[in-house]
């Protein structure tokens, strides 16, 4: 299917366009009346797993919201799962991995898997989901950066602290590498089987490295995003995505990427300064900040446009995704005010 | 009783040491089995209510670690108590406040109190523990800041994304306002009762200011966090301390302070640049690199040295407080590389 140059597609590349595309994280989730009635019906691993459900889900705030992109329903953790880690979407608390990775022997005795046949699900939706956008908005698909994912199978859940993770790689950095090449390299597998199913832009969410000092960043994590990044398939942009990152945004750069996300916790315009202008940038407007009166929403969406000074090459998103108690004619209220207000 | 020019002091006022000063947040805490056995016998706020008790878990790890300051025993929230909140430190789940604070009703309903008579058990602490440490080392007051204070306020808990707090600022301003002057005042009164009875130094906790955009710290913040310190006994030193707050230093160090916390999420040298170097530092190993082997520690500790460069008014501590399982021993290495490798 060809692709236009969506405005979204343009920014990515630092092409100018008529108004500053916006997209949301999460825009497809639990704050969303639709989502929840699905989900009620339905566990989260089959919502991914069942390719007419997961484009509908992605589907429906595209049109909902009158948003630039579509990103693909799914998990970062699902490609965790072949690797026979015991992944487990319980209720309430979130993913847990029943089989954590604590050792070099833990790493070795991750399965092998076939990428393309094992996660083909996910490709299935892709497919679908271009058919059903029709070319309107182009479609982002995503994997969990190699940290990101090495933390969760390492703690085994969510975490504070990732003391088990910075603990492997100080005292077995020959078993972090290990297992670090080997996230990386099924990472890029699978970004490229969704492209080859028809994904138009893909991000990669390193949504837990603001742990990490700048030093461990460079050391045990770059190395491996830029792995996975430089295999993506030549001409599709990558946005390279972290949050509470601002002391490393020049390591986040010199990993890749097209776009690189900057969260609220530092100003649009010194954040894209430290990141470098030949890059683009995508945010950055606070997650809670939709839980103000629309009037204010506004006036923070045209503050962020400011500090982007028309400048090709800015995505309009929040630094992060959006909660679940977000009302949704905010979320609209954003998006239509982005466009208002970048209209060129 | 006069204090002598300690090494701590000292490098709070940027003068030359003939080692760099080291002590660490929650030095006394779970961490050490002394501590475990008093928590084990009484409750938590027991532990901070008597005197003699604060006085032996502030003393203790002086002794057994070595380094060169003591800081209080004591906890932020107990100045909320007295505010009529149902302030409870129940089993596990970290204090809770029966009565969150949601609106500018209940702003105006918090109790007014006198921070001299209603919490004199602190500044009982403060005495014995000076007596005891028969000027060996200083002793370090402490308060929440504002903006920490208050989101426990609203909050009711600990939170992950501050919604309700965020929520007060947005809609309700001038609530906010009166609850953040309300909040200056007292901190303000707490710290000089403090060095009153003898802290020698006093440090600001920030710690969930790094939830903030750079603005809303400007607009919502920084004025009441600057009344704080503005209000502090002169001549003694004030530490402003934050974590995840790399893209708001400039702001911080607008709200004042002799010393600013650095986290490990930036380093030390760019983190001092941002603050400007006409002020002292105080940081930034990372917390969880105590978990690592102590040939490790020394070598992050030598890092942090190097990137401080000798500069008069650099305090080594930690980017946050001591973790619950940390090794006694790693600790000790790494008050001990401080100390062996900073001598000069």
Not at 136 to 152: D, M, Q, R
Not at 257 to 263: E, F, K, T, W, Y
Not at 277 to 303: C, M, T, W, Y
Request: proline share 6%.
């Amino acid at each position: 299917m060809a692709t236009p140059n969506h405005p979204f597609l343009a920014a990515c590349r630092r092409e100018p366009t008529s108004f500053t595309p916006v997209w949301l994280m999460r825009q497809a989730g639990r704050y969303m009346e639709e989502y929840r009635k699905l989900r009620a019906q339905h566990g989260f691993l089959e919502l991914c797993k069942k390719s007419d459900l997961a484009t509908e889900i992605t589907v429906t705030p595209v049109e909902k919201l009158g948003v630039d992109a579509a990103i693909l329903f799914a998990d970062i953790l699902l490609i965790l799962e072949p690797m026979g880690v015991g992944l487990e979407y319980s209720k309430g608390d979130g993913p847990v991995l029943h089989h954590p990775v604590r050792s070099g022997k833990d790493v070795d005795g991750l399965k092998e898997f076939n990428v393309e046949t094992e996660l083909s699900y996910v490709y299935e939706s892709v497919k679908k989901i271009r058919k059903e956008l029709k070319n309107k908005v182009p479609l982002i698909g995503f994997a969990g950066a190699p940290f990101t994912l090495a933390s969760y199978l390492i703690e085994g859940a969510g975490s504070r602290n990732y003391v088990h993770t910075k603990r492997l790689f100080y005292s077995a950095p020959e078993a972090w590498k290990r297992l670090m090449e080997r996230l990386a390299k099924v990472i890029g597998e699978y970004l490229n089987c969704q492209i080859a199913a028809g994904a138009q832009a893909v991000q990669i969410f390193d949504s837990w490295a603001g742990c990490l000092t700048p030093n461990d960043y460079e050391q045990f994590v770059q190395p491996y995003t830029k792995a996975v990044i430089d295999a993506v398939t030549p001409g599709v942009p990558v946005i390279n995505f972290s949050t509470g990152t601002t002391g490393l945004l020049k390591n986040i750069r010199a990993a890749g990427g097209d776009v690189i996300g900057l969260d609220w916790r530092v100003n649009l315009d010194e954040g894209w300064a430290a990141v470098g202008h030949d890059v683009a940038v995508q945010g950055n407007l606070d997650p809670v900040a939709l839980f103000a009166s629309p009037k204010e929403i506004k006036s923070r969406v045209a503050e962020i446009l400011k500090r982007a000074a028309g400048r090709p090459g800015h995505i309009f998103n929040l630094g992060h995704g959006v909660l679940p108690e977000t009302p949704v004619d905010h979320v609209i209220a954003m998006v239509d005010a982005v466009h208002e207000l970048s209209a060129r």
